[in-house]
């Protein structure tokens, strides 16, 4: 549902020469993506808390790494 709405947003608001399905496609993987990411990292660990924080500082500062180094 999360895919379908930033879909539709980004499609008839602001790319208009996307074909659709391959816009909603890439949303979509780029959400399952994170999924497996999260579900991977939150297997490491026995609790919720520290799982959650852990893989939150580990999401973000891989994004950050990233984006630096294009």
Do not use: N
């Not at 500082?57 to 294009?70: D, R």
């Amino acid at each position: 549902m999360l895919s379908t709405m930033a879909w539709a947003v980004l499609c008839f608001g602001t790319l208009k020469y996307t074909g659709g399905m391959v816009f909603w496609l890439a949303i979509w993987l780029y959400g399952q993506s994170i999924f497996g990411f999260i579900m991977l990292l939150q297997s490491f660990f026995t609790e919720a808390r520290t799982a959650a924080v852990v893989t939150t500082i580990v999401y973000f500062g891989s994004a950050l790494t990233l984006q630096v180094g294009e």
